[in-house]
């Protein structure tokens, strides 16, 4: 049997260490399945919970990509708010 | 055309990862100001398992590996694992392979990490000793 399909942690890891966690658990969550459903012979079923775990990845990086946008215009207003506040 | 595709991947990884390792070899977080803080930081107050990293890098990237540390240890002990994870992830991009880190199947490792993530989590908010230790040096 080849490799199982990627189940994608690495995102989840990095989501964790760059402070978006709570967006990954899910996709964590999928991820753990794969190994399992592989080891079983059940492919079509590995091969789901990993695209799950990719689905989940993915809206958990847009969700923090989303919340970094406003953060950061917030940011840019604020300062921009701090600099007209001199004159 | 294989090969032309291949380059063009190798160079945005390049000029993104160079991009990446200048502004943080170059700039100090703890002393310019247009490094973005933490979001949930700047929000409740408490430290998230993330807070510290961009200081904890600037530190890495000029050998100071103990003062990294006492930023934030979960990052820089992910660190290694992280790197490896990403590695295996981008020479599969580029060349197309199927390599597999197969720590990351390992429900050991996976409930471990996050488990270790969400208790770093809270212990580091509490302020006092040892856990003080946790929370990013001031």
């Known amino acids: 049997m080849g490799p199982p399909p990627d189940n994608n942690l690495v995102w989840a890891i990095l989501?964790?260490?760059l402070c978006c966690l709570p967006f990954g658990i899910v996709s964590i969550i999928k991820s753990t399945k794969v190994k399992e459903l592989w080891a079983q012979g059940d492919t079509v079923g590995a091969q789901k919970a990993a695209d799950e775990a990719?689905?989940?990845?993915?809206?958990?990086a847009v969700a923090a990509g989303i919340v970094w946008v406003l953060y950061v215009i917030f940011f840019v207003v604020i300062g921009l708010g701090g600099a007209f506040a001199g004159y | 055309m294989q090969d032309i595709k291949r380059i063009w991947k190798i160079?945005?990884?390049?000029?993104?990862?160079?991009?990446?390792?200048l502004i943080y070899?170059?700039?100090n977080p703890s002393e310019n100001s247009f490094f973005i803080p933490c979001p949930?930081?700047?929000?409740?107050g408490f430290f998230c398992p993330g807070c510290g990293s961009q200081r904890a890098i600037h530190l890495l990237l000029h050998g100071d590996v103990v003062g990294a540390f006492r930023f934030n240890p979960l990052m820089v002990l992910t660190l290694p694992v992280l790197i490896y994870g990403l590695g295996i992830t981008i020479s599969n991009w580029i060349f197309e392979t199927n390599h597999r880190f197969m720590l990351f199947y390992s429900k050991l490792f996976i409930f471990g990490y996050f488990g270790s993530a969400i208790l770093y989590w809270v212990l580091r908010n509490l302020s006092f000793y040892p856990f003080n230790l946790l929370a990013p040096s001031s």
Not at chain 2, 12 to 20: A, H, M, R, S, V
Not at chain 2, 40 to 44: G, K, N, Q, Y
Request: charged share 5%; net charge positive; hydrophobic share 60%.
């Open chain 2, 40 to 44: 949930f930081h700047f929000i409740t």
């Open chain 2, 11 to 21: 160079a945005l990884l390049i000029t993104l990862f160079g991009g990446f390792f």
């Open chain 1, 54 to 60: 990719k689905k989940w990845a993915i809206w958990g």
């Open chain 2, 25 to 27: 070899f170059i700039y």
């Open chain 1, 15 to 17: 989501c964790t260490v």
